[in-house]
């Protein structure tokens, strides 16, 4: 049951199988399944330390929720790259808000591919070695001290940050000379009304732009996450 709960708290928000469109059933399915792949490993042990109780169950649930933030703000570094991209590059109103999360047409774009490389790339396998690992940071039944979950926190935050920054900053930078010679030819030719020139090739540069970046910044981001699986809480003590 320990191991159930923390699985299952981790399976509520974790990328790719804790989305909102996967059916609270195959979630249900899917926590179940992990739980009889990490028992074996650390069911003795956990046994071991702890007796069944609810202050043993809210202490793996925080644990499990940990984890899964963990791995879900990878996500929010896509999405925030998606965001920074097509604000960039004029495409922020294309189809957005039409799905159940309001992003713009490239964060479900880069959202959706990232989430199914990761998953065909080994997503199950990586996420069942972290919760392995989880029990020799957080050991059932006890949590690392406030301060050190804080700094671990804000460092997974200043990552997602800093990786969103890395994936839109091709947009960003080809936006910026964009609008900078475009500022140039407006005082050379007063005369020419350089919105209508300028909005439609900046959206075809956007669109050229994501052909071209889209699959090295989902590799980048698959390397991140992968990194991050490998050793999850790594900047515990």
């Not at 703000?73 to 495409?91: E, N, R, Y």
């Not at 959202?111 to 989880?134: F, R």
């Amino acid at each position: 049951m320990l191991v159930f709960v923390r699985v299952g708290a981790v399976m509520a928000v974790v990328p790719g199988f804790g989305e909102a469109s996967v059916p609270m059933r195959v979630r249900l399915m899917l926590a179940l399944c992990f739980t009889a792949v990490v028992f074996p490993a650390v069911g003795a042990d956990a046994a071991a330390r702890v007796r069944l109780g609810l202050d043993a169950l809210l202490i793996e649930a925080a644990a499990g929720l940990a984890l899964g933030i963990g791995f879900r703000l990878f996500v929010f570094a896509l999405q925030i790259a998606g965001t920074i991209a097509a604000q960039s590059t004029s495409l922020a109103q294309l189809t957005g808000g039409v799905a159940p999360e309001p992003l713009p047409a490239v964060g479900h774009l880069l959202n959706m591919a990232g989430l199914a490389i990761a998953v065909a790339a080994g997503l199950h396998v990586q996420l069942a070695e972290a919760l392995i690992l989880s029990y020799g940071v957080m050991p059932a039944g006890a949590l690392p001290a406030a301060e050190a979950m804080a700094q671990w926190g804000l460092a997974g935050v200043g990552r997602a940050f800093a990786l969103a920054l890395q994936l839109a900053a091709p947009f960003v930078v080809a936006a910026l000379l964009y609008n900078l010679a475009l500022g140039a030819i407006n005082r050379a030719m007063p005369q020419l009304m350089v919105a209508f020139v300028g909005a439609p090739a900046l959206t075809f540069g956007g669109l050229v732009l994501l052909l071209m970046t889209a699959p090295a910044a989902i590799m980048l981001w698959q390397g991140a996450l992968g990194r991050f699986a490998a050793a999850p809480f790594g900047a515990l003590p």
